[in-house]
DNA sequence: TACCGTTATATCTTAAGGTATATAATGCTA
DNA sequence: TAGCATTATATACCTTAAGATATAACGGTA
């Protein structure tokens, strides 16, 4: 037994972006004409031709703008606006399709029963979420260690429950996301002593916010994967930290939580 | 503009349960008949028929047993096993509303751009993943402290930045997760001395699980609300603790994170 | 055996979609 | 400027699938 579920987006109650309909707008974006693309799709002219016109109908601005005679007879292309709407419909989709998966991996479809404890569709508040690869699973007693090897060469070991990894499914080679709080972040100069944390990254300081109390400070690791750090304004000045400056971000590996 | 999706589980690729038939269904257990479960969806006798009748063929086990002539003419009940179908729909429906609900909150739909960090269907490694509602947030400089209420009745406080309650659209009133580590859950017997951390629950163990170094700990908080804890196989003797003991289980507020 | 309420099947109706073809628009070319 | 080429636009007709209605079969009851 499967799972199957469609994704479409509607205006005013009308269903307005469907699959097919995406589907021809992109071939419309390749080949530039209504007839060529309704043939690769492919599905009838008219309905092509229906599809487009209720689409424009129903959208605020145009999708796509159609031109009869001219150079080679006319022809239609997408909108700018169309475009977005598509990428839109791109993004949504492939969040859907994930979810879908993890849906039917963690469902006993027999009987109904999530496997997993916790709902499926949450968001966070920890502001660090980065993604990676599990490079290698150690197994103790009762803990096993996770290592994520990120995109930017990092690596980042997480501590969790056994059992959690069983509950996940992780496996060598998954990629996961490493989820854990701002504030079990820890700042340091490079040159200074080591601790006995395992995750030590180097990055630098692309913003610093400061509060009365406390500062957000955002390191740049590299490869687009940023980390966010709460710490003391007096750490900051004592550390002397701006913007710019190298930092190493130091994470304990049981404070770092796993997802996938 | 807004999003819509239907799902359905499919069977050697065949439609096999969808949001009608799963109407009907329920509608025939109702009522005792196909005859009068059509009318009360509606949809007409032919098509209900056809589609009990097609359920019936993909499934394994008979999912309606029907009965031709007889008392009452006849009728048509569900089978037990049908039923536990029914329930697997329902929960996954229901997943699926919850995640659609959460997509489109998320999502700026004019750009396609999410308003979030972090994936949304993800699973997490922590252990401890408990609900309840909103009942103050307290917004300091940087930090906010959320007061949450759980159906227990009894409450767990989380300090996260200012930033994520935005980010979560976290208001009083609001349902919403606390997630924290097994291994941030300390416990300790009634009648020691007093700590500074905000968050102690009393309980009692229901299951104690001894490794080599260390041991987990479920504590039932009442309510169907369970906390789990991992704590070195030491304090288990220290403590004494035995399934049925009573239990504080304390947990930093700083520990605690929040989904929605 | 006549009757009843139901499942099961057959026949008819309707609507949606597809095919094909005609028409309109426009720049290009001779 | 008169076709010409090419495409969008519109329409007529056909096919098919879904839906509605009518009818048969069934098995118990009175």
Same mark, same amino acid.
Request: no cysteine; hydrophobic share 40%; aromatic share 4%.
């Given at each position: 037994?499967?799972?199957?579920?469609?994704?479409?987006?509607?205006?005013?109650?009308?269903?307005?972006?469907?699959?097919?309909?995406?589907?021809?707008?992109?071939?419309?974006?390749?080949?530039?004409?209504?007839? @060529?693309?309704?043939?690769?799709?492919?599905?009838?002219?008219?309905?092509?031709?229906?599809?487009?016109?209720?689409?424009?109908?129903?959208?605020?601005?145009?999708?796509?703008?159609?031109?009869?005679?001219? *150079?080679?007879?006319?022809?239609?292309?997408?909108?700018?606006?169309?475009? *977005?709407?598509?990428?839109?419909?791109?993004?949504? @989709?492939?969040?859907?399709?994930?979810?879908?998966? $993890?849906?039917?991996?963690?469902?006993?479809?027999?009987?109904?029963?999530?496997? +997993?404890?916790? $709902?499926?569709?949450?968001?966070?508040?920890? $502001?660090?979420?980065?993604?990676? *690869?599990?490079?290698?699973?150690?197994?103790?007693?009762?803990?096993?260690?996770?290592?994520?090897?990120? @995109?930017?060469?990092?690596?980042?070991?997480?501590?969790?429950?056994?059992?959690?990894?069983?509950?996940?499914?992780?496996?060598?080679?998954?990629?996961?996301?490493?989820?854990? *709080?701002?504030?079990?972040?820890?700042?340091?100069?490079?040159?200074?002593?080591?601790?006995?944390?395992?995750?030590?990254? $180097?990055?630098?300081?692309?913003?610093?916010?400061?509060?009365?109390?406390?500062?957000?400070?955002?390191?740049?690791?590299?490869?687009?994967?940023?980390?966010?750090?709460?710490?003391?304004?007096?750490?900051? @000045? +004592?550390?002397?930290?701006?913007?710019?400056?190298?930092?190493?971000?130091?994470?304990?590996?049981?404070?770092?939580?796993?997802?996938?």
């Amino acid at each position: 037994m499967e799972l199957s579920s469609t994704l479409t987006l509607e205006m005013l109650g009308e269903p307005f972006l469907l699959e097919k309909r995406i589907e021809l707008l992109y071939a419309i974006e390749e080949h530039g004409s209504i007839s @060529k693309a309704a043939k690769a799709v492919p599905m009838s002219y008219k309905s092509a031709w229906e599809a487009v016109d209720a689409m424009n109908n129903l959208s605020e601005q145009p999708i796509v703008q159609r031109e009869t005679g001219g *150079k080679n007879g006319g022809g239609t292309t997408i909108t700018p606006y169309g475009l *977005k709407l598509l990428e839109t419909y791109r993004v949504l @989709k492939e969040e859907h399709t994930r979810f879908l998966e $993890r849906l039917s991996q963690v469902t006993d479809i027999e009987s109904g029963a999530f496997k +997993t404890i916790g $709902r499926l569709a949450m968001q966070i508040s920890a $502001r660090n979420q980065i993604q990676g *690869k599990v490079e290698s699973i150690e197994s103790g007693a009762v803990n096993a260690k996770v290592s994520l090897k990120l @995109k930017s060469g990092n690596r980042l070991v997480s501590v969790i429950t056994k059992e959690a990894v069983e509950n996940l499914g992780l496996k060598e080679g998954d990629s996961a996301t490493a989820i854990f *709080k701002s504030s079990t972040v820890m700042l340091a100069v490079p040159g200074e002593m080591q601790l006995s944390a395992r995750n030590s990254i $180097r990055g630098s300081i692309s913003h610093i916010t400061v509060g009365e109390v406390n500062a957000e400070v955002v390191v740049d690791i590299g490869h687009h994967d940023v980390l966010v750090a709460v710490i003391t304004a007096d750490s900051l @000045k +004592t550390l002397n930290l701006k913007e710019g400056s190298n930092v190493t971000a130091i994470i304990k590996s049981s404070d770092i939580m796993l997802g996938r």
